[in-house]
T-cell receptor, first 114, second 112 residues
C-alpha cells in the first residue's frame, strides 16, 4: 500500500532556479527518506530525516518535516540540468515491524532545462 | 566500493521459461528486498529477507520465489514467467530497521 504522495507529479524549471517538491503521508513514521532516480536506473538515497527532526541540509538539498501535518518538502537550490530525475519520498512506519519496509510514494518528475 | 549488483540488466524471454535474476551486496547487510516498478504504480515490494534462510512475502509475491542461502545473495526466481511480469526490477539492501536502502541498477524484463 502506498503511503507517500508527492506533489507535484511533474515539475519543469530553468537551470539556476529552485525546485520544491512535497510529500504527504498518512500514518505516524519513524523517519522519512528522499531518493532520486535517473531515468530507468536504480534509486539513490539523498537524505533521511527522523521524526524528531524538523529540518536537514545536505549540500544544495534542504528537507523539512512537519509531523503535525504529516508532510515533508524537498528543496533543491540552484538547480542544474543534472538534477533532472524522479524524486521519491519513502516513510518508515512503526507498524512495518520486522519487515523494515519503506512505504513509497509515486514520485515527482523534475526536468531542469538548460 | 559499497554496492548492490544485479544481473542481467536486460532480459527478453518467453512465457513459461524459468529465469533467475541475481542480486548481490557487499555491505554485509542483513536485510534485502526485491521490488518491481511499473508506471503509475510506483515501487511495490515482492519479497524480503531479514537474514540468511529468513524470507517473507511483500505486497506482490505471486509468481515469484526467492532464496537466501548466503548473506550477500538474494536471487529472484520466476518459475513460469507471464507477460504481466514485464517490469523493471530492483534489488535493495539495508542494515538497520528503517535505515537507508541501497539499490541495484535494475533489471528490465520483457516477457513475450
Amino acid at each position: 500500500s502506498q503511503q507517500g504522495e508527492e506533489d507535484p507529479q511533474a515539475l519543469s524549471i530553468q537551470e539556476g532556479e529552485n525546485a520544491t517538491m512535497n510529500c504527504s503521508y498518512k500514518t505516524s513514521i519513524n523517519n522519512l527518506q528522499w531518493y532520486r532516480q535517473n531515468s530507468g536506473r536504480g534509486l539513490v538515497h539523498l537524505i533521511l530525516i527522523r521524526s524528531n527532526e524538523r529540518e536537514k541540509h545536505s549540500g544544495r538539498l534542504r528537507v523539512t518535516l512537519d509531523t503535525s501535518k504529516k508532510s515533508s518538502s524537498l528543496l533543491i537550490t540552484a538547480s542544474r540540468a543534472a538534477d533532472t530525475a524522479s524524486y521519491f519520498c519513502a516513510t518508515d512506519p512503526p507498524w512495518a515491524g520486522n519487515n523494515r519496509k519503506l512505504i513509497w510514494g509515486l514520485g515527482t518528475s523534475l526536468a531542469v532545462n538548460p | 566500493e559499497a554496492q548492490v549488483t544485479q544481473n542481467p540488466r536486460y532480459l527478453i524471454t518467453v512465457t513459461g521459461k524459468k529465469l533467475t535474476v541475481t542480486c548481490s551486496q557487499n555491505m554485509n547487510h542483513e536485510y534485502m528486498s526485491w521490488y518491481r516498478q511499473d508506471p503509475g504504480l510506483g515501487l511495490r515490494q515482492i519479497y524480503y529477507s531479514m537474514n540468511v534462510e529468513v524470507t517473507d512475502k511483500g505486497d506482490v509475491p505471486e509468481g515469484y520465489k526467492v532464496s537466501r542461502k548466503e548473506k550477500r545473495n538474494f536471487p529472484l526466481i520466476l518459475e513460469s514467467p507471464s507477460p504481466n511480469q514485464t517490469s523493471l526490477y530492483f534489488c535493495a539492501s539495508q542494515q538497520g530497521n528503517g535505515e537507508t536502502q541501497y539499490f541495484g541498477p535494475g533489471t528490465r524484463l520483457l516477457v513475450l
